[in-house]
């Protein structure tokens, strides 16, 4: 059984962003210790396979975690046992996804309001995986009652969880305010598994706050690794007391991300999620809408890459 390893740095399960390609960029720039898969719906995994899925895939599996999503016992241990045979790092339960469509199911944080069911969930996990992690990410829960968020990750802890992430939000929080980090230590100081922290963690500095705050086990970043693909090698740099490099030249980052997608996905695929990508990675310019605007007219990845090309020579900044 792989442990998590000491100060933890890991991608955030992020739909259509945290893919084969985003993960190989993110690898070729100094890389993250694990990676979570988009969340995979229990329902279909059994009925899909690695050879025509888009969520399927994969060039490395030994530091990926598949997230599942669903709430049916029978039909989760069967994904799960499917999933476990792709031999992942691990393997997680969402009990944070917030969105309407998600719950509406009573999936993701929906099974924060039911802890025999969420338990019956995690045990039928357990249950198909035997030989890795398994990890539950969650919420604070439907309202900010501390009392009420231990008990559930203690359930979590004796229903046999190797670690568990804390999106330190409530579930109406959705993603509005700021990620409350003392319910991470709370956790931390509650807990014998460890606790991973999640939620605002924009730059090296905050990742670092982040452990020494809450004394969390591992901190996991969404949003800004899909922004600055490269903040894990800044963060390890910082960690180790070394210089921060340079930040990379953000054309040639867009561009390789188009080269990666068009390597592993269809044409239409590829060039959706090119556009979904180049939307956060607009984020490093003052005219990042302008980038996306452009992209988003692109009818293939050869327009694409030319239209990158010319926004750059244009010196779109
Ligand atoms: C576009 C997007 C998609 C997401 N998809 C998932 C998902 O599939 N599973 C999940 O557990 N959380 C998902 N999340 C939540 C993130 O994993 C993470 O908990 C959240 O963004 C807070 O972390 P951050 O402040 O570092 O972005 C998603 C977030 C975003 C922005």
Redesign the pocket.
Known sequence: MHLLPKDALIM??????SHVAYRQLIRSMGGCDLFYS??LNSRIVPVESPQTSIYLKWAVKDDLIF?LLGNEPGRMEEAASRLDTYEPWGVDI?M??WLNKVTVHGWGAALMKDMEHARAVLAAVRKSVKNRPVSV?IRIGYTPDKGYLLDFASMIQEGGADFIVL?ARTVPEG?NRK?RWEYIAVLKDHLSIPVVG????RTPEDAVSMMRQTGCDGVM????AVIQPWIFRDIKALMAGNPISEKPDLEGVILNLLDLLTRYFPPDVALKRFKTAVFWLGGNLTFGHHLSKETGRARDAAQAHEIIRSCFEKGIS
Request: one cysteine or more; proline letters at 4%.
């Open positions: 955030a399960p992020m739909v259509d962003l988009e969340m997230q969402n944070g996804c990410k999106h993603m990620a999640n939620g605002d963690v970043i969404g949003r800004q």
